[in-house]
């Protein structure tokens, strides 16, 4: 463990807006993607009840 | 065919296929988020700063995962589509279509993340190099699969369609890999191979091999929940000898 803090941590030595946007940037795209999926399947669901 | 007692060709049916992929998902979440979190872990607590480039090189271990991700899929979906159009088997489409989504957002995550690495180390949020150059044609390659398919009507045309694009590109995915060693580029070269020991240090490797396997599972999970929709959207539509006209049939598609 390299972090002597919280506000050492976040900082990141320097580059902590540039880590922090990758790690983010991430983050929100696979909980956007999911989020998605999951409104998709909610219609499709729907979608192929009133079929049958 | 059957190989563990399992009738396999029973699953090759989209109505056998779906309640599979349901059961399956829970699981494959359940390890990606695991996986992640001990990946994280490691990343963040476990392994050292480096001693040139700081804590800035802490991107790898979102970078390398989705820029192996990017390629990796590409592969299978070319390879769900190579079997389509071999078989001339509708699941192996569903599946292709289910993965480029996927593919892209790793690719796209691949840039963005190697812009902010590029940045601070470079000095260049982008150059052009060979490396940069084929994975943005990689981004580009996943986006007209994507349009492709939503711009034609007729299914089993948009499928086969896709299909074709998707294996001529494949060609793109080593050029991609090799790049770094057949060009000079400003990317470095491979940190992790094969055939060598790894340049950097164990924890790292580690941290970086469990995020991607973490990121596999993701992306297990989302695709085969994509496939059940994509499952889901096709039978919604209505379909020869369920009573239906040529009238309705074509409406639908």
Redesign the interface.
């Known amino acids: 463990m390299q972090w002597g803090s919280p506000t050492e941590f976040w900082a990141m030595g320097g580059y902590g807006l540039y880590v922090w946007t990758s790690f983010g940037a991430t983050a929100l795209c696979m909980v956007w993607e999911v989020l998605a999926v999951w409104r998709r399947h909610a219609s499709a669901a729907a979608g192929s009840r009133d079929m049958s | 065919m059957s190989f563990l007692g399992i009738n396999w060709f029973k699953y090759s049916s989209p109505q056998a296929f779906h309640p599979l992929a349901g059961r399956m998902i829970p699981w494959f979440s359940a390890a990606a988020l695991a996986l992640i979190g001990i990946g994280l872990y490691f990343g963040?607590?476990?392994a050292?700063?480096d001693f040139q480039q700081?804590?800035?090189y802490?991107?790898i271990f979102?970078?390398v995962p989705?820029a192996w991700m990017s390629m990796f899929l590409y592969v299978i979906m070319a390879a769900w589509a190579g079997l389509g159009l071999g078989l001339n088997a509708r699941p192996s489409f569903m599946m292709a279509q289910a993965i480029a989504?996927?593919g892209a957002?790793f690719t796209?995550?691949a840039l963005?993340?190697g812009a902010?690495?590029g940045?601070?180390t470079w000095g260049a949020w982008w150059v052009w190099d060979a490396r940069l150059t084929s994975e943005l044609i990689l981004l580009f390659q996943y986006i007209g699969i994507i349009l492709l398919r939503t711009s034609i009507d007729d299914l089993r045309r948009a499928d086969r369609a896709s299909a074709v694009f998707a294996l001529v590109g494949v060609v793109n995915v080593p050029i991609i890999y090799f790049s770094v060693r057949w060009w000079n580029t400003l990317h470095q070269g491979a940190s992790v191979s094969m055939t060598a020991s790894p340049k950097m240090a164990a924890t790292m490797v580690t941290a970086m091999l469990v995020m991607t396997l973490g990121f596999w599972m993701?992306s297990f999970a989302?695709t085969l929940?994509?496939v059940?929709?994509v499952i889901?959207?096709r039978?919604?539509q209505p379909s020869w000898g369920k009573n239906s006209s040529i009238q309705e049939v074509a409406e639908a598609r």
Do not use: Q, S
């Open positions: 963040f607590f476990i050292p700063t700081g804590d800035a802490r991107i979102v970078h989705a989504p996927t957002m796209f995550l963005l993340t902010m690495w940045k601070p993701y989302v929940a994509r059940r929709c889901a959207e039978e919604r």
